[in-house]
């Protein structure tokens, strides 16, 4: 059960009663691996894994690892993941960062009603036998499942006016 975030002010609980989170029926294929244990020193995103140095793996566990046929080092991959320990309880959050407050779906915040993390990183090696997918940086912390991988592709993920 995850725990209710400690609000900052300005943020705002979604009002009226909750719903129970029933399963949707997701299944966890793996773990991605992180030397990063607490939530405080964990890189807020992609770029500031790199300039840290955080690295880390995925462990694909073994009745999904024939599903990464077709990657090979050198691609980038979108690492989908279950947020287990975020709040799911915001609806207006205000980033330390950030004068006043703003919702939730325009965060990136793990705290959101379905703490799903989206991970881009590039694949170092990929070990087919063992499950196991170095990848250059990651922005989660250590054990946290995992959901699925998708590939990306500059040809249709990067829009043209970016």
């Known amino acids: ?7 900052r002010f300005g ?13 949707a ?8 691996r992180s030397p990063v244990t607490d939530r405080a020193a964990c ?15 995925l462990e694909v566990d073994r009745p999904w690892r024939e599903a990464l046929v077709g990657l090979k080092p050198g691609d980038h991959i979108f690492c989908l993941s279950w947020l287990h320990g975020s709040a ?8 330390r960062h950030a004068e006043t ?4 779906f325009s965060l990136r915040s793990p705290v959101r009603p379905n703490p799903i993390g989206l991970h881009l990183a590039e694949i170092l090696t990929l070990d087919m036998t063992t499950g196991i997918v170095e990848i250059d940086a990651i922005d989660s912390l250590d054990n946290t499942p995992l959901l699925d991988i998708k590939p990306y592709f500059a040809s249709v993920d990067r829009p043209a006016e970016a």
């Open 43 to 57: 890189p807020k995103n992609r770029r500031a894994a790199l300039e840290a140095g955080v690295a880390g793996h």
């Open 25 to 32: 029926g997701l299944v966890f294929i793996g773990r991605i």
């Open 101 to 104: 407050a703003r919702g939730t």
């Open 11 to 23: 943020e705002v609980a979604f009002s009226g009663s909750q719903p129970t989170f029933d399963d």
């Open 1 to 7: 059960m995850p725990l209710p975030s400690s609000k």
């Open 88 to 95: 799911r309880d915001l609806a207006l959050q205000k980033p």
